[in-house]
C-alpha cells in the first residue's frame, strides 16, 4: 500500500442544477485496487461518475480530484481520458452515423497518441471482441443505436478494453443485464483488470459484485461516504438494506 | 395564383422563345412544349410566398429572374473521350459523350429520333407555374436517359451540367424513362462560376413496372447561383424509385421533390443532405404522394449550417383514399453549427384513408447536442474532434442508406468533406 495513489478525492463537493448533490466525499485508489461504491437511488452515483470524467453540466463546488497526482480541477473530458481515466457510462448515447468501429479507431488514436496501423487495430479489436463474446458484425453498426441494454453495456466494456485506462469507473454497469451478460462482460472486466490499474465500481445492487470481486466496498448516503469495509459490507447490505445504515449514520 | 405577371422589362418574351426554339431547330415535342410554355407566359403569374405554401420563405417575383437573358445557342467543342455511360454539357450544349452502353439511350433532346420524347412533360408539367413555364419556354439542354426493358445498366450513368455564361437563365431538362424490369442509376452533377446564373432545373422519372431507378442530384452551384427546381417520379406497379439530393454550393437552391406512386405496391426513398456556409440558403419542399395500394414511401433529409445560413424544410405525406395499406416515412433533422444558422422545418401529414400501415414524421433543429459531445470527448477526442465526427455522423446517415455503391458514396461523402473543412467544421 505504499504505491502512489492512482485517484485521490478529497472533500469532493459537486452541484448539479444548482442542488449539492455530493457533500464532501474522500476516496483514494491505488494501482491493483478495485473498489466498489453502493448507495441508494440519489445518494450522488451518477454525480461522482460525471464528475470524475468532467461533465461540464457538474460544477465542483469544493474539495478536488487528483489523477496521477494531477489535480483534475478545469480539465476538459478528453484530456482525462487521454491521460488514462475511463467511465463506462450507465446510459451511453445513440451516435447515430458513426459505426461502432470509426468511433474506436478515432478514440484510440486520440488516446494513445498516435494513428495505430488499421491492420494492427483491427487485430486487436478483433481479439477484444472475441473477449467480450460479440459479434464481428457489431463493429459496422452505428455507436449504441438501436442497442438493447445488453449491447449498450459490452459496447461500453469493448471501449474500456481498446482504450487501456490506468482506471475506470464503472457507472451501474449491471443495470440492464441478465445473468449471462453479466457473466460475459464481469469476465472481460477481470482479464482486462492488471497490477497498474484501479477499478471502481459504482452500483445500486450487491450482484456485480459476486463477479468482480472488490477488496474495498464504501457506502454513500446523501453525498459522502459513511462507511467503508471490505467485501463483507457488501453482503451486509444485501442482507439489511441501505436504511439500517442510512438511519445508523445520519446525525440524531 | 391571382396577380398579373410582372410588368418589368423582360428579356424573357414568347418571341425570345420562339427564336431559341428556331435558332436550336426544335423537334415535334420540344417545339409543342416551349409553344406552350411561352403562351402560359402571357397568364401564370410567379409563385407567392402568400398563396402558396412550398414558397412562405422565398419570394421569386423579388429576385428578378426575368432580367436574365435567354440561353445562347453556341454549340461546344467536342471534349476529351469520356467514360461509357458519361455525357457532359457546357451551357447547355453537348461537349463530350463516352461510348454508349447496351440497352441505355443517352443523348441530348437534339438528337433524338422521332418520337422517343413523347413522354416530355409528363412529370413536370408546363403550366405548373409560371417557373414551370419559363422553364420549357426556354428549354436549352434536355437530355434524355432511356432504358430497354430488363436492361440492367451496372454502372452509373453520370450526367455533367457546367453552367458559365453570366446572366443567363439556364434550363436544364432531364427526362428518365425506365423500361419493364430495367435498373438504372444515374448521378446528374451540376456545376457553375461565380458569376450571377439562374436555373430552372427540370428533372422527370418515369419508372416502368417493375423497375428501379436511383437517381442522385449533386448540386455544387457557384456562390451567386439561384436555383428553382422541379423534380417528380411517377412509379408504375411494383416500381422502385430512390433519389438523394445532395447540395454543397449555390446563393439559393430551392427544390420542389416528388414522388407520385401512382403504381400498386410501388415505393420511392427520398434522401437529401445540404451543408450550408456564408448566406447559402437551401430550400427543400417534398411530397410523398400515395396514390395507389401497398405503396411504400421514406424520406430522410438533413442539414448542417454553419455561418448565417439557412436551411427550409416544408414536406407533404399525402395519402390518398386508395392508397390503402400505405406505408410512409418522413423525417427531417437540422443541426446547426453556428449561433445566426437558421433553420425551419414542417412536416404535414395529409391522410384520407383510414387503412394505413404506417405513416409517421418526425422532425428536429438544434445545436450538437452537449451530452453526445461529453460522451464523445470521455474517449478522447477533443470537443472540436468530437463536432467533426457528430457532423460527419449526422450527414453520412442518408449517404449510407441511399444504396449507392461505395465508390459513389466515397466521392459524395469526399464532396461533403470538403465543404466542411471549408467551414471549420471539426475533422
Known sequence: MTEAPLLEIDALRANVAGNEILTGLNLTIRPGEVHAIMGPNGSGKSTLANTLMGNPRYEVTGGEVRFLGQALDGMAPDERARRGLFLAFQYPVAVPGVTVVNFLRQAVNAVRGEDVPVREFRQELFQKMELLKVDRDFARRYLNDGFSGGEKKRAEMLQLAMLQPRMAVLDETDSGLDIDALRTVADGVNALMHENMGLLLITHYQRLLNYIKPQFVHVLIDGRIVRSGGPELAEELEESGYDTIEAAASPA | ?427
Not at chain 2, 424509385?241 to 454543397?248: A, G, H, K, W, Y
Open chain 2, 1 to 427: 395564383m391571382t396577380s398579373a405577371p410582372s410588368t418589368a422589362v423582360s428579356l424573357l418574351t414568347t418571341e425570345a422563345s420562339r427564336a431559341l426554339g428556331e435558332a436550336l431547330g426544335d423537334g415535334e415535342a420540344v417545339g409543342r412544349l416551349r409553344a406552350s410554355g411561352a403562351s402560359a407566359l402571357d397568364t401564370l403569374a410567379m409563385p407567392s410566398p402568400a398563396l402558396d405554401r412550398p414558397w412562405k420563405y422565398v419570394d421569386p417575383a423579388a429576385l428578378d429572374l426575368e432580367g436574365f437573358s435567354p440561353p445562347g445557342t453556341a454549340s461546344e467543342a467536342w471534349d476529351e473521350a469520356l467514360p461509357a455511360g458519361a455525357l457532359l454539357l457546357r451551357d447547355g450544349a453537348t461537349a463530350g459523350r463516352g461510348p454508349s452502353i447496351d440497352g441505355l439511350t443517352l443523348t441530348d433532346f437534339g438528337e433524338v429520333p422521332e418520337g422517343a420524347l413523347e413522354r416530355l412533360g409528363e412529370a413536370v408539367a408546363v403550366d405548373g407555374d409560371r417557373l414551370t413555364a419559363l422553364h420549357y419556354a426556354f428549354l436549352r439542354g434536355g437530355v434524355l436517359i432511356q432504358t430497354k426493358a430488363n436492361a440492367e445498366i451496372a454502372e452509373p450513368v453520370r450526367l455533367t451540367r457546367e453552367y458559365s455564361e453570366a446572366g443567363t437563365l439556364a434550363t436544364p431538362h432531364t427526362l428518365i424513362v425506365a423500361g419493364v424490369n430495367s435498373r438504372l442509376t444515374v448521378i446528374e452533377e451540376y456545376r457553375s462560376g461565380d458569376e450571377p446564373l439562374a436555373v430552372l432545373p427540370a428533372v422527370e422519372l418515369l419508372v416502368g413496372p417493375g423497375a428501379v431507378v436511383n437517381y442522385t442530384s449533386l448540386h455544387r452551384w457557384g456562390a451567386r447561383t439561384r436555383v428553382f427546381g422541379e423534380q417528380r417520379a411517377i412509379t408504375e406497379r411494383d416500381a422502385d424509385v430512390r433519389s438523394l439530393s445532395l447540395v454543397t454550393g449555390g446563393r439559393l437552391v430551392k427544390s420542389h421533390i416528388t414522388s407520385s406512386l401512382e403504381g400498386r405496391g410501388s415505393s420511392s426513398e427520398m434522401y437529401g443532405i445540404a451543408v450550408g456556409a456564408g448566406q447559402e440558403h437551401v430550400d427543400f419542399y417534398t411530397l410523398q404522394d400515395h396514390v395507389a395500394e401497398d405503396t411504400r414511401s421514406d424520406l430522410l433529409f438533413k442539414s448542417a449550417l454553419g455561418e448565417q445560413s439557412r436551411a427550409v424544410y416544408y414536406g407533404l405525406t399525402k395519402v390518398g383514399l386508395g392508397a390503402r395499406r400505405a406505408d410512409a416515412n418522413q423525417e427531417n433533422r437540422n443541426l446547426l453549427l453556428s449561433r445566426a444558422a437558421k433553420a425551419d422545418s414542417d412536416p404535414v401529414l395529409e391522410i384520407l384513408t383510414n387503412d394505413v400501415t404506417r405513416v409517421s414524421h418526425g422532425a428536429t433543429a438544434g445545436p450538437v447536442d452537449e451530452e453526445e459531445l461529453f460522451y464523445i470527448q470521455s474517449r478522447g477526442l477533443t470537443r472540436e474532434g468530437a463536432v467533426g465526427l457528430l457532423v460527419r455522423g449526422f450527414l453520412g446517415e442518408p449517404l449510407d442508406r441511399s444504396a449507392l455503391a461505395e465508390g459513389v458514396r466515397e466521392e459524395l461523402s469526399g464532396l461533403v468533406e470538403a465543404k466542411l473543412t471549408a467551414l471549420g467544421a471539426g475533422s
